[in-house]
């Protein structure tokens, strides 16, 4: 039997995207159809989202939502179904999704992403679906969704709660707010509980959501197991721990189409595992690009938001380390001001060593990974990380600190693993200067020894980290809540 999955998430590839929510939400209907799951994807109608939306149905009409008047458009992501929140005054803003241009949180992210809430569990329960009426199953990603499984849970437009599934793709974006809002909402009182929306006094809309959810996933199972503790769950562990086994680990894949070495047109020469040579000419291009030095040594590189999570306060610190020992570093990403200042005061302290470039390059990102020998990935914690795996699927070889999916995804390279020919990548334990200096020092010293380096990179892009078996995965726990058979 098909089942159809309304996929609620506020980012998707190729329309709109902050992180690797959207890269994952984007592949998802890909991943699923497979398996005989029909994934409609449901977004806001952020100006990006409507500018694609060239021959857009309007299917629904509300008129008030939440006080609003919205639309529900119809149309087509990647060739998959497609349903849009428009409600002009909530999501046609400039900046950021959830932000002005400077960064600072929109005030009435609340009433957003509830209007958005409200909107996914009516459509859920069949509102613009036409005969196809409801769907089978809810599945919902991160704070900006949570809310439609409390609505889904609480106030039902019609009938029985749908089957729903939360996933946690990072929880330290939780969508916390002010109690006062909770009568905004339009749920009934009994919303309030501890096993409802209420959180620490306020509302929150991630735990919301994790309550009202039949089963709970997050992007890896090492990441699983880590927010069951206070250090990472962010004061959900306990709730995390009270679901026992409805909590699991499914890890992100990666789009082999668009991430694949012997076949990407950002690259100035595509290569595959028999023909790594290839991968010089890229190096030579990465080094023009970012203005180093020309030379046979490790390039690092850094595709990264600067931010206290990927451990990139404690990156400028290990520079010195790096170029002394004969490396150079090709950076890209954006965040933290202070940390920008820190990297360029490094930059210029190196000229010709280190070469960072501030801001969002989807195609540069392609090329880094194409010409850096290794990519650095210090997070303090990581859900699943993306990163690390187009490192892997391109000889880039990783170097990560061990948690979540970084611990999941790269064997580290100890004698034992190298004798056995499985090492991939490097890993060190604590986001500290000693632990990452020596990592550094441990992959160069690894790049030095050539026919081990060739080797390391060769186990990395024999990895499958594809979204094959992670489609599966969800797919089986779909038919494991709606209780069908594909
Ligand atoms: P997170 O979602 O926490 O930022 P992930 O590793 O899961 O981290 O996903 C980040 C995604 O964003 C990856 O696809 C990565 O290549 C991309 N990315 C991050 N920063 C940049 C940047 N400055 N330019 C281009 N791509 C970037």
Redesign the pocket.
């Known amino acids: 039997m098909t089942l159809r999955v309304l996929s609620v998430a506020s980012e998707a590839v190729p329309l709109v995207?902050?992180?690797?929510?959207a890269?994952v939400a984007g592949a998802l209907p890909a991943a699923l159809a497979p398996h005989g799951a029909v994934l409609t994807t449901f977004l806001p109608g952020y100006p990006a989202v409507l500018g694609a939306m060239k021959r857009a149905k309007t299917v629904h009409q509300w008129s008030d939502l939440l006080g609003e008047d919205a639309r529900l458009l119809a149309g087509k992501i990647a060739g998959h179904p497609l349903l849009v929140l428009d409600v002009p005054h909530l999501f046609q803003r400039d900046g950021t999704p959830y932000g002005d241009a400077r960064g600072k949180d929109w005030e009435d992210n609340w009433r957003r992403f509830a209007a958005f809430g409200r909107a996914a569990a009516d459509v859920a329960e069949g509102a613009g679906q036409g005969k196809a009426g409801a769907f089978d199953l809810i599945h919902a990603h991160d704070w900006q969704a949570g809310m439609t499984l409390a609505y889904n849970r609480f106030a039902p437009a019609s009938g029985a709660p749908l089957p729903a599934v939360m996933t946690i793709?990072?929880m330290a974006f939780q969508g916390y707010f002010d109690a006062r809002i909770f009568r905004g909402l339009g749920l009934p009182r009994a919303a309030w509980a501890m096993d409802g929306v209420e959180s620490y006094g306020g509302v929150g809309f991630l735990k919301a959501g994790l309550q009202a959810a039949d089963a709970i996933t997050t992007v890896s199972p090492s990441y699983a197991a880590e927010i069951r503790l206070p250090e990472f769950g962010m004061g959900l562990e306990g709730l995390i721990a009270s679901r026992g086994s409805a909590v699991s680990g499914v890890l992100?894949g990666i789009d082999n189409g668009e991430w694949n070495p012997a076949t990407d047109a950002a690259l100035a020469r595509p290569y595959t595992a028999k023909t790594l040579g290839g991968r010089k000419a890229n190096k030579r291009a990465l080094e023009a690009e970012f203005a180093l030095d020309r030379d046979d040594g490790p390039l690092f590189i850094v595709?990264?938001?600067l931010t206290w999570?990927?451990g990139m306060d404690v990156l400028p610190e290990v520079l010195d380390h790096l170029i002394g020992l004969g490396g150079r570093l090709a950076l890209?990403?954006?965040g933290d001001k202070a940390i920008e200042h820190e990297l360029h005061r490094a930059a210029l302290r190196h000229r010709g060593r280190i070469g960072i470039?501030i801001?969002?390059?989807?195609a540069?990102?392609h090329r880094m990974q194409g010409g850096g020998d290794a990519i650095l990935?210090p997070s303090r914690f990581?859900?699943?990380?993306?990163?690390?795996l187009?490192g892997l699927a391109y000889g880039c070889v990783p170097v990560v600190a061990r948690t979540g999916g970084l611990a999941d995804t790269v064997i580290d390279a100890n004698v034992a693993a190298l004798a056995q020919g499985a090492a991939t990548g490097v890993q060190f334990v604590g986001v500290s200067y000693c632990a990452f200096a020596e990592a550094i020092s441990r992959t160069i010293a690894l790049y030095a020894d050539k026919p081990r380096w060739k080797q390391v990179q060769v186990n990395g892009m024999a990895c499958d980290f594809s979204w094959g078996p992670s489609g599966a995965a969800y797919a089986a726990l779909y038919r494991s809540l709606t209780g069908t058979r594909p």
């Open positions: 995207k902050t992180g690797g929510l890269d793709h990072n992100n595709v990264s938001r999570q990927k890209l990403g954006s470039r801001g969002y390059d989807e540069l990102s990935v990581e859900p699943c990380g993306l990163t690390q187009y």
